[in-house]
């Protein structure tokens, strides 16, 4: 099976403006979370979707939001960048239920806010 | 809510040695899993190990494997005959399960070091 895909791989904004990314899951898995990392926070969790629900979210600011689509790919969104949002954005898909709960990271997107 | 520790925040030793990289967590539930996931350079998150709570026996994955001490509430993991290749930052996480909802707390991470 093809591991979960994240795409743009990185990106470089200023600050004010939006981005979308974007993250494909493992066939079959239905759930989706999302996660920052920086040096200083270090791993954060962001949200959880699960068949194009919000099961669970994370302490950010509503500048962050997410979706998940039927085919249960997902997309999150961060309006008006701020500097501090500079950060690798994880994505993982999951089972549910099935006493194998596990998640699989995909590559990351590095985003860079100037 | 939960919280996972790892004290130590690097580790360096040399290759074919075995290495042990400790990981505590705080929680009041009864129900949960626990992680090692490694992270090289390349950034990709790639996970090493798995435990569930109500399992005692140690999860073991080649030359990984791990303690768990569900009382004392840690859960360490062994690096045996280590490689170049497993230099990296190895992230301990914890899984609860909670109505379904999946989510991930990890801890700062241990950056090891293999050397020639």
């Known amino acids: 099976k093809a591991g979960v895909t994240q795409t743009p791989r990185y990106l470089i904004k200023t600050r004010g403006q939006q981005v979308t990314l974007s993250c494909s899951p493992i066939?079959?898995?239905?759930?989706v979370s999302w996660y920052q990392q920086t040096p200083g926070q270090g791993l954060q969790f962001l949200f959880e979707?699960?068949?194009?629900?919000?099961?669970n979210k994370g302490n950010f600011p509503g500048r962050f939001s997410g979706r998940q689509f039927s085919n249960s790919r997902s997309e999150m969104n961060v309006s008006t960048l701020e500097l501090g949002d500079s950060a690798l954005y994880l994505c993982?898909?999951?089972?549910?239920?099935?006493?194998?709960?596990?998640?699989?990271f995909g590559p990351g997107t590095r985003l860079l806010v100037l | 809510a939960q919280t996972v520790t790892q004290s130590q925040p690097e580790m360096s030793v040399q290759e074919a040695e075995t290495v042990t990289l400790s990981c505590t967590y705080d929680t009041s539930e009864n129900n949960y899993y626990l992680f090692w996931y490694k992270q090289p350079p390349s950034r990709q998150m790639i996970l090493v190990i798995r435990?569930?709570?109500?399992?005692?026996q140690n999860a073991t994955e080649n030359r990984f494997s791990v303690n768990f001490q569900k009382a004392a509430k840690s859960f360490s993991l062994k690096i045996s005959d280590s490689q170049l290749g497993d230099t990296a930052m190895y992230f301990c996480?914890?899984?609860?399960?909670?109505?379904?909802?999946?989510?991930?707390?990890f801890g700062q991470g241990t950056r090891l070091t293999i050397n020639p």
């Open positions: 979707y699960f068949s194009e629900t919000q099961r």
């Open positions: 435990q569930e709570a109500y399992k005692q």
């Open positions: 996480a914890f899984m609860l399960i909670s109505q379904g909802a999946q989510k991930l707390v």
């Open positions: 993982a898909s999951g089972v549910y239920w099935t006493g194998e709960e596990t998640q699989y």
């Open positions: 066939s079959g898995h239905r759930s």
